[in-house]
């Protein structure tokens, strides 16, 4: 099974056996993309406020800065291919359509041809040449997935309304100072009932949640050149200390307009 990570991918096979912790399978969010094809297991896996029960073959391909974790049966083995790659990587055109898709992509029997070929180069070259073919192999993926006609899989996990509203309010008004109060107020609902069903939801407090929005919305400000000092006011931080902590606690650098993070 490959297992690379050279610069700024990584491209790994994986699998864990019945009894393994459910720990590794906590709630994350990243500022590069992923791409999960799933082979084998009982999981059920939650991008933002869109989750699906998997069927062997599914594909997941998880945009950078969207919030997602898997729910995982552990009394079963999970087999999984995770590729993770800088969002610079993808053309133009796939940002474009991936706006309106769904991240959950149906079941194809070339996917599956696709991936094993990962396996099958696996010491065959040094590591600039499967860095090379790492990178097209992602490139043939994402098109091959947005050029298909497959719909997403059907078995859609129900997401309470509350939900909904919160996570698109949020991404919609990153540039406003978001506090609970504010969001118990233009939801109609409590402090207390927002909190706890948020937090039971999504597994993470939510205005962790929203400052991890904002930082990874902040970085691909700086990437593309804008100031940090800049950044960090247009997303509500007026102490910059605070935002420089915040920064490097999420991205694992400081903010730079010159930085590259993988």
Do not use: W
């Not at 709630?27 to 297991?41: L, Q, R, S, T």
Request: proline share 5%.
């Amino acid at each position: 099974m490959f297992n690379f990570v050279y610069k700024d991918i990584d491209f790994q096979h994986k699998l864990d056996e019945a009894g393994y912790s459910s720990e590794v399978f906590e709630k994350h969010i990243h500022p590069f993309d992923e791409i999960v094809y799933f082979i084998n297991g009982n999981v059920t896996y939650t991008v933002e406020a869109e989750s699906h029960k998997l069927k062997p073959g599914d594909v997941i391909f998880i945009p950078a800065g969207m919030y997602h974790f898997a729910t995982v049966d552990t009394t079963s083995k999970y087999e999984r291919c995770v590729l993770k790659f800088p969002d610079s990587y993808i053309p133009e055109y796939i940002k474009d359509v991936r706006k309106h898709r769904s991240c959950f992509i149906g079941n194809e029997p070339k996917y599956l041809n696709m991936f094993n070929r990962l396996d099958k180069i696996k010491g065959s070259y040094n590591n600039d040449e499967l860095y090379a073919i790492c990178l097209c192999d992602t490139i043939r993926i994402l098109v091959e997935i947005y050029h298909s006609s497959t719909p997403p899989t059907q078995s859609q996990e129900e997401v309470p309304e509350v939900i909904r509203f919160l996570i698109d309010y949020i991404n919609n008004n990153l540039d406003k100072k978001i506090t609970l109060d504010l969001l118990s107020k233009v939801s109609n609902f409590s402090k207390s009932y927002i909190s706890n069903s948020f937090k039971l939801y999504m597994k993470a407090p939510i205005i962790q949640y929203v400052r991890t929005k904002k930082i990874l919305a902040a970085h691909q400000m700086i990437e593309n050149g804008a100031k940090p000092y800049q950044v960090a006011k247009k997303y509500g931080f007026d102490d910059y200390s605070t935002f420089y902590r915040s920064y490097v606690s999420i991205i694992g650098a400081a903010p730079a307009n010159n930085s590259l993070s993988s």
